[in-house]
């Protein structure tokens, strides 16, 4: 099992930035991406970034390209992600996830989110 814990959230003015923190704790975290995904209301699950914790190789979607960072620290175990310019249309709920592939599929681990609101 693999336990996660997001925080960082909040609300911040469009063009701001806030950093996400994941907290992973349970199964050897060498075998797992991470990823970020975003989920506004009455939307499709999005997501938004990923990472492999061996190696740090990282993937960004293009619309994310440019705004977004997402990285670990392996002595602390925790997932970051960097979102910087800030746009209204970026606001969700921000899971972080594990297990799945570099380009966002099969994820069987979540955390239970944290509300990033951004505004006009």
């Known amino acids: 099992q693999v336990q996660l814990v997001e925080s960082g959230g909040g609300l911040v003015q469009a063009g701001g930035s806030l950093r996400l923190s994941c907290a992973v704790s349970g199964r050897a975290l060498s075998f797992l991406n991470m990823g970020w995904f975003r989920q506004a209301p009455g939307q499709e699950r999005e997501f938004v970034a990923a990472?492999?914790?061996?190696?740090?190789?990282?993937y960004i979607p293009d619309p994310m390209k440019g705004r977004f960072t997402i990285s670990r620290d392996g002595a602390k175990n925790t997932v970051y992600l960097q979102m910087n310019s800030l746009k209204p249309e970026d606001t969700a709920v921000y899971y972080c996830?594990?297990?799945?592939?570099?380009?966002?599929?099969?994820?069987?681990?979540w955390g239970q989110g944290t509300q990033v609101t951004v505004s006009s």
């Open positions: 990472v492999k914790w061996i190696g740090g190789n990282t």
């Open positions: 996830a594990a297990g799945g592939s570099l380009i966002g599929e099969a994820y069987n681990y």
